[in-house]
DNA sequence: CAGTGGTCTAGACCACTGG
DNA sequence: CAGTGGTCTAGACCACTGC
């Protein structure tokens, strides 16, 4: 196709849609980076669900009007920021939190043992589900106005019958109408997916802020230890595609047999 | 070239000595790995030192016999692994921890603004720096014996006149032969900057385990809190090339003012 | 076997840098 | 201007999957 001079130059392959919706701004861009976003707004708009393959390259070569290596180089960038992933031979299918290897992405809490296995999975207890209207300090860091409808959620996780974490989530109310404390508490597997799932809201990265604290007399209730124990304050903004904030977590987490993982590179 | 089968077949361009050097295993891989892995014995064995150019891609395509495209996908690899940095127009160049946008890639404490330049750089202070016989606990991380010789660093970071990181440092003896607490106090930039230009040593990663304690006497002196305060433990083991242990590290963070900024994606 | 992603090539042109 | 990395293409073949 022609080389590409201000935006797309050939729109016309598309669905349409996409090309008219929300008067997006010209990407002056190359090639592949334009079609990084167009499969990122299929993607957004739910054209196809997590755990579903996409078109294949080809499809979307020929959809696109590109090559299939321009293709290529931009699922490769979708792929190196965890939205898809490729599996040769099936196909390639959007990211999903329901997947096992993926499990400890977004907790970093090990056992100090180093096996995650052995230990079993999270013990979880809901405390409390509620809705409320936004204080400010929540509002803000959720990109929503001080009084605004939101989610509050607090629960306890515990390893081998003992408490380890405990945590207050705050959701905002729009996109997660209807959630309840039943129907967390009789969920299997990662919260995300549940979001996924039944909301259509997929966690696409995170920004963590950790802090050593005290135990204040009320966590230290919950979690089993005395008042003023060293304890890991993590805060947590989780993002939707588009840089969406859509989740603020505040957790404690008990570090004398567990620690935070990280690796710097 | 030849479409590979077992391993190069054709090492007869290669300057001769990274063929026969250390019989490496055989790598049944895609030809782009085998090209990164010569490259990265080339940056391993010093051909080109931090902050040197390495040669164009077009000079490697020569060198290796293969295409641009082939060379370009190595380099693409070993740029995502920070081993490299790009340069349009200028060429390839071996990445450095003098550089000023990556001088927070491995430090990651915040003061609370977000602001770290407001902040200005950490004043140093080295309080200790001493030869001795590694400990079992020390020596096993860093991969040596129990009684190897290890340099032990203890120093001070503080942010605006307030002690802040409180750091225990320990070096195998032999690559950092020399070092001395003078040559330390009297350089400027980052600690893996000096590592870089005197001793030859690129750290390339690292693992972080952080945990919240309580401050003991000695840690809360030196940091100016009381006994018993919540500190951030922070245990690094730092890694040069072929993920080899060069470094241990075990730091304390008041984060009274200041947080450990982690992004999980 | 056909269809998928994965690798490799060769050649064209663009964008940026520095002399 | 020549040299560098960056983009794009078209076509070939390989490796894996599932029918």
Redesign the pocket.
Known sequence: ?A??TSSLTDPAALAGDAGAAAGVAPAFS?????IKVLILQSLQAGEWKPGE???????L?ARF??????V??A??EL?AENLVV???????FVATHAEQHVQYRFLRLMPDSGDTTSEGPAERQIIDCKRLRAPADIARPLSLRTGDAVLQLRRVLAFQGTPTILEDVWLPGGPFKGLTAERLATHRGPMYALFETEFGVRMVRAEEKIRAIAADEASATLLGVPVGAPLLSVERIAFTYNDLPMELRRGLYRTDTHHYKNDLS
Chains 1, 2 share one sequence.
């Open positions: 196709m080389i590409n190359p090639l592949y980076q334009q393959a996409i078109p294949s390259e080809m499809d070569a009007r590109v090559s299939q290596g321009t290529r180089k699922i490769d792929a490729r599996r040769q031979g099936k196909g390639t």
